[in-house]
């Protein structure tokens, strides 16, 4: 299809290609197509969730990888696919506080769902620094420009951590700054491509698992919610 062919001649264009590549906004479009997604956030019904759908189209489709579709969906969205289940467990244990809210997708549902969030990133999209959604052309809700730092302003909500960046301190230094009693992290284990060591070696001295949440994952993705609550000291 042409799709297909779209897909395979965009794997192999250099990345800084892409960005500014014609295949990649063919692609872009392609997906939105699929996905019959809202492009304004506040334009999403209280159950939407686009990402979700063009995920399954792309999942359910004939194409051999799902590389490049990816890579579209996760700068436009979020490098985790929320799904109904994680959302309302994660709103029902709000007020919430999220560290490295990337495009805002995941507070941006949770928002529509009723739940009170506060989102912050260092890089927000609008900033146009915003490494990991660098084609993103706004932000799904509103975020507000903050680092690691921003956690300690908020001890009485639940830490929200989505994919913090693999072996880079972003991780371990929101848990340093946190003290609030409970956690929702989304991503891999120890040995997996989100956190770096010391973030794992936190998570298991200072925070009990309680209970996990599947979510979709990508083809050689092992990600899940995990909801962790403080050791008492």
């Not at 928002?111 to 052309?137: K, L, N």
């Amino acid at each position: 299809s042409d799709a297909l062919d779209l897909y395979k001649r965009a794997d192999a264009i250099d990345r800084s290609q892409i960005k500014r590549s014609r295949v990649y906004t063919s692609a872009e479009r392609e997906l939105s197509k699929l996905s019959g997604e809202q492009t304004v956030w506040d334009e999403l019904g209280r159950t939407e969730n686009p990402y979700l759908d063009a995920y399954d189209q792309v999942t359910s489709s004939s194409l051999d990888s799902h590389v490049q579709p990816r890579q579209v969906l996760v700068e436009k969205y979020s490098w985790s696919v929320p799904n109904e289940a994680a959302l309302q467990r994660l709103a029902a244990l709000g007020p919430i506080v999220e560290i490295g809210a990337g495009s805002g997708y995941w507070s941006a549902l949770l928002r529509q769902r009723g739940a009170d969030v506060v989102a912050y990133d260092a890089h927000p999209v609008e900033s146009r620094r915003s490494w990991f959604h660098p084609t993103a052309e706004r932000s799904w809700t509103n975020i507000v420009e903050g680092t690691e730092a921003s956690a300690a302003k908020h001890p009485e909500r639940t830490l929200f951590l989505s994919w913090p960046p693999h072996a880079e301190p972003m991780g371990a230094n929101t848990l340093s700054q946190f003290r609030g009693n409970r956690l929702v992290y989304v991503g891999e284990g120890r040995g997996g491509v989100t956190g770096d060591a010391q973030f794992h070696d936190m998570l298991e001295s200072n925070w009990r698992l309680v209970e996990t949440v599947k979510i979709p994952q990508w083809k050689g993705r092992s990600d899940a919610m995990h909801v962790y609550e403080r050791n008492r000291q």
